[in-house]
T-cell receptor, first 110, second 115 residues
Framework: TQLLEQSPQFLSIQEGENLTVYCNSS?????LQWYRQEPGEGPVLLVT?????EVKKLKRLTFQFGDARKDSSLHITAAQPGDTGLYLC??????????FGAGTRLTVKP | KAGVTQTPRYLIKTRGQQVTLSCSPI?????VSWYQQTPGQGLQFLFE???????NKGNFPGRFSGRQFSNSRSEMNVSTLELGDSALYLC??????????????FGPGTRLTVL
């Protein structure tokens, strides 16, 4: 059983479209991280959020941490083919362990 | 600065065999974590080593073990391989252990196939 549920599991869109992916849990996290993983490589950290309600922006990517620190979303504006990859969220617990979701596989078609 | 390296990159074994995977962290990093990645389960935490001591362990059977050397390099071992052990095994290094801003840097992984 996944502690972190990510949705959708797969997403295929055209270049220029906007999208949002979600990360949900019944547990409260001390922190939440988003990673992107490309084929043949390990995940690369995009952002860390620690405060409930926190919003962080990274160019066209907007990350939000839920008020109750149980969920998070990643919004991409005007998606580009270079955004293609597996997006993983990871929640941090009080013992500082990080637990990952199964990921959302995003394909952006030119 | 060299990244995290993992060897070998690909491995094919048969059921019942054992395997050892190696991870060299970024120079100066003292913490190494291991994860198993499968399409259905995502990344599952195996264990974390810090300064040669196992700091945390995930929910995996005793067939999975690891160790860390004084130079922070780490190995993980899987004995009596099962078909379900086929996965991408990822190693991540970080400067210290724990903390929400403790960024993990992942290696490219070792793809293990058990026949």
């Amino acid at each position: 059983t996944q502690l972190l549920e990510q949705s959708p599991q797969f997403l295929s869109i055209q270049e220029g479209e906007n999208l949002t992916v979600y990360c949900n849990s019944s547990s409260v996290f001390s922190s939440l991280q988003w990673y992107r993983q490309e084929p043949g490589e390990g995940p690369v950290l995009l952002v860390t959020v620690v405060t409930g309600g926190e919003v962080k922006k990274l160019k066209r990517l907007t990350f939000q941490f839920g008020d109750a620190r149980k969920d998070s979303s990643l919004h991409i504006t005007a998606a580009q083919p270079g955004d293609t990859g597996l997006y993983l969220c990871a929640g941090g617990y009080n013992n500082n362990d990080m637990r990952f979701g199964a990921g959302t596989r995003l394909t952006v078609k030119p | 600065k060299a990244g995290v390296t993992q060897t070998p990159r690909y491995l094919i074994k048969t059921r019942g065999q054992q395997v050892t995977l190696s991870c060299s962290p970024i120079s100066g990093h003292r913490s190494v974590s291991w994860y198993q990645q499968t399409p259905g389960q995502g990344l599952q935490f195996l264990f974390e080593y810090f300064s040669e001591t196992q700091r945390n362990k995930g929910n995996f059977p005793g067939r999975f073990s690891g160790r860390q050397f004084s130079n922070s390099r780490s190995e993980m071992n899987v004995s009596t391989l099962e078909l379900g052990d086929s996965a991408l095994y990822l190693c991540a290094s970080s400067l210290t252990a724990g903390g929400p801003y403790n960024e993990q840097f992942f290696g490219p992984g070792t793809r293990l196939t058990v026949l």
